[in-house]
């Protein structure tokens, strides 16, 4: 199970806030526990049965697994919350199903000439997934590469390979009925970024190859946790109520770090969810990450001895697995000055530089730590649940809606109206 440590020392600092805090989270939790009416359309994904229960894992894989059998590459159209938790478990677990490339996620025509490149001459399977089909970015790639399926397998054929996730009754559903591709409902009591448990990220995670009922099973632990624990007990509680009380200090910023590179695109879910939810109304925490060791040779001076507006939220993993051991190999008398590494394991390396880290930057700011017990299926999924649940509580506790996303219409509305949208 993930184990989250708190950092006493700043805490105590000023006890009394603290514990006034955890009061004030406590009574929330029980109001979320309850079920808050004003939010209800949008807490799809708090109880993973919805969305997630038995039918759904078996159906989800066995399509998963039709589509291995059809292609080579599954193309995954989607920006934001439609593609960021699937690519986060592809890329920290990395199964041999099938190659999986994103496309939909900017509007770069380099990436989309350059993905049109490689997909050339395979066998391919698209999945074209939007909540809204009105977001450009996916629909321009969905656009360029359905005619491409047409034109490479034919009408009929490409109609076979061609797979949408969308709300149901929209224009992309209509656009799927007209052509004859399959439909997949996305939850429309589920927003983007909290749609890590449901059609949205675990078809792509099953057909390359995730066990999803073992991704599941992770989250359904951590739901039981955080519904039942009382409030001294349950993590994503006392990581909102950490939240909440240093950003009402100062500490504006959270720094999310971890030493395993692996965990890259996780970051980038992580931010979504935090960033869009939290950030309105001129308040929130600005979500930030650190890609350790690498990044304490740039970052690592700012965190230590720059301006004291982070904190630092750790994510680590307490076992290896498969392919995370490498014996450091004896090379006496060459005087490249690392022989007092000689046969070390590399993973403990990377621990002591962890631990060093932690240490350092704890001296300067508060630092809490998030522990999976390994890298793999069961703790990503405990990871969506959990940060899904104490972000949703972390946005109550700051008073922002947690499931809206007002913001980003700014540039929206201006960018369509430069290519006169009608
Ligand atoms: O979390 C959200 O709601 C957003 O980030 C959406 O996921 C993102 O904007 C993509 O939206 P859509 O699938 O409607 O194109």
Not at 64 to 93: F, T, Y
Not at 95 to 106: D, F, T
Request: hydrophobic share 40%; aromatic share 10%.
């Amino acid at each position: 199970m993930v184990k989250l440590t708190l950092p006493d020392r700043w805490l105590e600092e000023d006890l009394p806030g603290w514990e006034a805090e955890k009061k004030t989270a406590a009574d929330l939790l029980e109001r979320v526990r309850a079920g808050e009416p004003k939010y209800h359309g949008s807490l799809g994904w708090l109880h993973t049965q919805s969305w997630a229960g038995d039918d759904a894992l078996e159906r989800l894989s066995a399509l998963g697994a039709e589509i291995r059998s059809k292609a080579g590459i599954l193309v995954l159209i989607g920006v934001g919350g439609s593609n960021n938790a699937a690519r986060s478990v592809l890329q920290a677990l990395k199964p041999q199903g099938m190659e999986v490339l994103y496309a939909g996620n900017s509007l770069s025509p380099h990436a989309l000439n350059e993905l049109l490149e490689r997909i050339e001459g395979r066998q391919v399977f698209l999945n074209c997934i939007a909540k809204n089909f009105e977001t450009l970015e996916p629909g321009v790639a969905f656009r360029v590469l359905r005619l491409w399926m047409e034109r490479r397998y034919g009408t009929q054929e490409a109609a076979r390979r061609i797979l949408c996730t969308g709300t149901p009754g929209s224009s992309l559903e209509e656009l799927c009925t007209r052509r004859g591709y399959a439909f997949l409902p996305f939850p429309t009591d589920i927003g983007g970024r909290y749609s890590a448990l449901s059609n949205v990220g675990l078809l792509p995670m099953a057909a390359a190859g995730v066990e999803i009922t073992r991704l599941v099973k992770g989250a359904r632990g951590m739901e039981a946790l955080l519904w039942e624990a009382p409030p001294e007990e349950n993590p994503a509680l006392l990581y909102a109520a950490f939240r909440d009380y240093l950003s009402r200090r100062g500490y504006r910023v959270e720094l999310l770090s971890s030493f395993e590179p692996r965990l890259r695109w996780f970051y980038k879910w992580w931010e979504q969810l935090f960033a869009e939810s939290e950030g309105k109304d001129g308040k929130g925490i600005f979500p930030v990450t650190g890609e350790f060791s690498e990044e304490l040779h740039s970052l690592g001076q700012f965190i230590q001895d720059g301006f004291p507006m982070l904190f630092e939220t750790f994510l680590t993993v307490a076992e290896p697995g498969a392919g995370d051991r490498l014996i450091l190999p004896a090379d006496r008398d060459t005087g490249d000055g690392f022989d007092y590494l000689e046969g070390m394991d590399l993973w403990q390396v990377n621990r002591t530089a962890f631990s060093a880290t932690l240490q350092a930057h704890g001296e300067r700011l508060p630092c809490a730590v998030l522990e999976l017990p390994r890298l793999e299926e069961e703790s990503l999924g405990a990871l969506f649940y959990f940060f899904q649940f104490a972000c949703y509580l972390s946005c109550r506790l700051a008073g922002v809606d947690p499931f809206d996303q007002p913001g980003v219409e700014a540039y929206k509305q201006r960018m369509f109206q430069g290519l006169g949208r009608p």
